[in-house]
């Protein structure tokens, strides 16, 4: 693009927790050459939340018409996506060609696009999280501008003791919860030879194990090529668990599931993240100690 891109911030689900970092967040993507249009207002944050379910939507509807917007990153994740599935107009999400960015509870929207119209989006940083952060991770979000610059978007990971696999598919998924609580809904897209990425915050393992285990049992394991895991972290084992820990979980699922699992991914409720275009092609290739994943044909900011 010869024009500087116009980035909107939008709070389509939870508040920050602080308000007062949002100006630094605006100044760095403003250094980057960004023209930012801030659709959060502090002062109509209701509850938890970035704004009443109205507010919240009128905010998405907002930066899906302005013209001026080529990108549109969710202020923050937590929880609110849910309440509003059944009011976005995700044709027009579609049709404005604008690139959509967030993960963890923003996972409801990307499924919910990509089961409505096909369309993709970014499992990416937040605003509040990630720009707004005092020491911004270069990695995060020098990962992010590499994909919005596209053609292709390449992640290699160092992980050891994984299957070798050679597969290729639309790469989908994101937090575990939010997938799995989609399940049986509208809003769940049937996806064929993909590859799943998941990830999640806080999770003891055998919630982990009883999700994937749900996910496998519903038919959707079985129709995917590979499962790839991000971080789980943020857990506390006790007594009761007498030894079965993510190690224990871990060597259970793969002499279960009915795919490869593979570990490693840099994705999830970490500050060191890896962005991912959720509904991309994408090619898979790993051995023992490392794998690589390619994914192209996603909407980058030349195509805006």
């Given at each position: 693009?010869?024009?500087?891109p116009?980035?909107?911030?939008?709070?389509?689900?939870?508040r920050?927790?602080?308000d007062?970092?949002?100006?630094?967040?605006?100044?760095?993507?403003?250094?980057?050459?960004?023209?930012v249009?801030n659709?959060?207002?502090?002062?109509q944050?209701?509850q938890?939340?970035?704004?009443?379910?109205?507010?919240?939507?009128?905010?998405?509807e907002?930066?899906?018409?302005?013209?001026?917007?080529?990108?549109?990153?969710?202020l923050?994740?937590?929880?609110?996506?849910?309440?509003?599935?059944?009011?976005?107009?995700?044709?027009?999400?579609?049709?404005s060609?604008k690139?959509?960015?967030?993960?963890s509870?923003?996972?409801?929207?990307?499924?919910?696009?990509?089961?409505?119209?096909?369309?993709?989006?970014?499992?990416?940083?937040?605003?509040?999280?990630?720009?707004?952060?005092?020491?911004?991770?270069?990695?995060?979000?020098?990962?992010?501008?590499?994909?919005?610059?596209?053609?292709?978007?390449?992640?290699?990971?160092?992980?050891?003791?994984?299957?070798?696999?050679?597969?290729?598919?639309?790469?989908?998924?994101?937090?575990?919860?939010?997938?799995?609580?989609?399940?049986?809904?509208?809003?769940?897209?049937?996806i064929?030879?993909?590859?799943?990425?998941?990830?999640?915050?806080?999770?003891?393992?055998?919630?982990?194990e009883?999700?994937?285990?749900?996910l496998?049992?519903?038919?959707?394991?079985?129709?995917?090529?590979a499962?790839?895991?991000?971080?789980?972290?943020?857990?506390?084992?006790?007594?009761?668990?007498?030894?079965?820990?993510?190690?224990?979980?871990?060597?259970?699922?793969?002499a279960?599931?009915?795919?490869?699992?593979?570990?490693g991914l840099?994705?999830?409720?970490?500050d060191?993240?890896?962005?991912?275009?959720?509904?991309?092609?994408a090619?898979?290739?790993?051995?023992?100690?490392?794998f690589?994943?390619t994914?192209?044909?996603?909407?980058?900011?030349?195509?805006?």
């Amino acid at each position: 693009m010869t024009t500087p891109p116009g980035i909107a911030i939008v709070a389509v689900a939870g508040r920050p927790a602080d308000d007062s970092v949002i100006p630094r967040g605006i100044a760095l993507l403003e250094r980057r050459g960004c023209v930012v249009h801030n659709y959060y207002d502090p002062a109509q944050a209701f509850q938890r939340f970035g704004a009443s379910d109205d507010g919240r939507l009128a905010q998405l509807e907002a930066a899906v018409a302005d013209p001026d917007v080529q990108v549109v990153i969710a202020l923050r994740g937590q929880y609110g996506l849910t309440r509003l599935l059944p009011r976005i107009d995700f044709d027009a999400v579609a049709a404005s060609g604008k690139i959509f960015v967030g993960f963890s509870d923003l996972t409801a929207f990307h499924m919910a696009l990509y089961k409505k119209t096909g369309g993709l989006s970014y499992a990416g940083p937040m605003f509040a999280g990630d720009f707004c952060a005092a020491e911004p991770v270069d990695f995060t979000l020098d990962n992010f501008w590499r994909c919005l610059a596209g053609p292709t978007h390449t992640i290699t990971e160092v992980a050891a003791g994984n299957p070798s696999v050679n597969v290729a598919g639309k790469i989908w998924g994101g937090n575990l919860a939010m997938l799995v609580s989609l399940l049986g809904t509208d809003y769940f897209p049937e996806i064929d030879g993909g590859i799943l990425f998941l990830e999640d915050i806080g999770e003891h393992p055998y919630r982990v194990e009883r999700m994937l285990l749900q996910l496998m049992q519903a038919g959707v394991l079985g129709r995917q090529q590979a499962l790839v895991l991000g971080d789980f972290s943020g857990y506390r084992l006790g007594p009761a668990d007498h030894g079965y820990d993510f190690d224990g979980m871990l060597a259970y699922l793969r002499a279960t599931l009915p795919l490869p699992v593979l570990t490693g991914l840099q994705f999830g409720h970490i500050d060191k993240r890896v962005t991912i275009p959720f509904g991309a092609d994408a090619t898979l290739v790993s051995d023992s100690e490392r794998f690589r994943l390619t994914m192209s044909g996603y909407p980058t900011l030349g195509d805006a």
